[in-house]
């Protein structure tokens, strides 16, 4: 059953990243990504973190994602527009893709060591011990540049949407 429900989430997961990419409109791709989001903490509850699966569901599909939509509507982006095709990439755009794709495969089975096998509900450090530990010893320096971060992008949306108020 775990593999079974790992394929479906991973497949998910996957469709949603390409949607990201593919749609034209920036609010539809916010939404795709916040189905990945939603697929990654199913995947984190079958390897059993459910810690980082409800701070994946609370922090980056809740707020994380709030915010890029702020930001799209502060914005006020449309949907991009279309251009003409160039025969190039018509042409040898899937040939090249599944030549790479296949190099890719074989240097990942070739040059990768194979490493032991994934038990599902194994993993025993998910816990919110283990993870505030962490957080407030090994990594206190990257939480915090990466909360200064994200008080800049802040900023820098509230200017950017001020100028083209301001016009």
Do not use: W
């Amino acid at each position: 059953m775990d593999v079974i429900l790992f394929l479906v989430f991973a497949i998910i997961a996957v469709v949603c990243g390409i949607n990201v990419v593919v749609q034209r409109h920036p609010i539809t791709s916010a939404l795709s990504l916040i189905g990945v989001m939603g697929s990654l903490a199913v995947l984190y509850l079958l390897l059993g973190a459910e810690f980082i699966a409800m701070a994946q569901v609370i922090v980056y599909a809740g707020a994380i994602m709030v915010l890029f939509v702020f930001v799209i509507m502060l914005l006020n982006a449309g949907a991009e527009e279309t251009r003409g095709k160039s025969l190039v990439a018509q042409l040898l755009g899937l040939p090249l893709l599944i030549l790479f794709l296949a190099f890719a495969s074989y240097f990942v089975q070739r040059f990768v060591p194979s490493s032991t096998i994934v038990h599902f509900g194994a993993f025993k450090s998910g816990t919110a011990q283990n993870i505030g530990i962490a957080l407030f010893t090994r990594y206190l320096l990257p939480f915090e540049v990466t909360s200064v971060l994200i008080l800049i992008a802040i900023l820098g949306a509230i200017v950017l949407a001020r100028k083209e108020l301001d016009r």
